[in-house]
């Protein structure tokens, strides 16, 4: 009996949490470029998982306006050179503010 429950805990368990890979396979929403390369692979802010190589960064989509999530990523990892959302890129003013 025991080793029933001990199973069917385990197989359920299995089958209700997301494998990492699916973790990682959330569309890409944000992009972004840092003028110096980020000291870590991994990056949590605000709740936002962000997956950085060098200065190339990408996210899934958040719940904030893409300058506010933009100004959190460069409060965090310095110098945004640029950053796009959805595929369009913030400039001028816009990426100015970022970095403010």
């Known amino acids: 009996?025991?080793?029933?429950?001990?199973?069917?805990?385990?197989?359920?368990?299995?089958?209700?949490?997301?494998?990492p890979a699916e973790a990682r396979g959330k569309a890409v929403y944000y992009t972004a470029e840092l003028a110096a390369p980020a000291k870590e692979a991994r990056t949590i802010i605000?709740?936002?998982?962000?997956?950085?190589?060098?200065?190339?960064?990408?996210?899934?989509?958040?719940?904030?306006?893409?300058?506010?999530?933009?100004?959190?990523?460069?409060?965090?990892?310095?110098?945004?050179?640029?950053?796009t959302a959805k595929g369009e890129e913030l400039v001028g003013e816009k990426l100015a503010k970022c970095n403010g």
């Open 1 to 19: 009996m025991t080793l029933a429950l001990l199973y069917t805990v385990l197989t359920f368990g299995a089958l209700t949490v997301p494998s």
């Open 46 to 83: 605000k709740g936002m998982v962000w997956h950085c190589e060098g200065t190339s960064c990408r996210a899934a989509k958040g719940n904030s306006r893409p300058v506010m999530t933009c100004k959190r990523l460069a409060n965090k990892l310095g110098e945004v050179t640029a950053f």
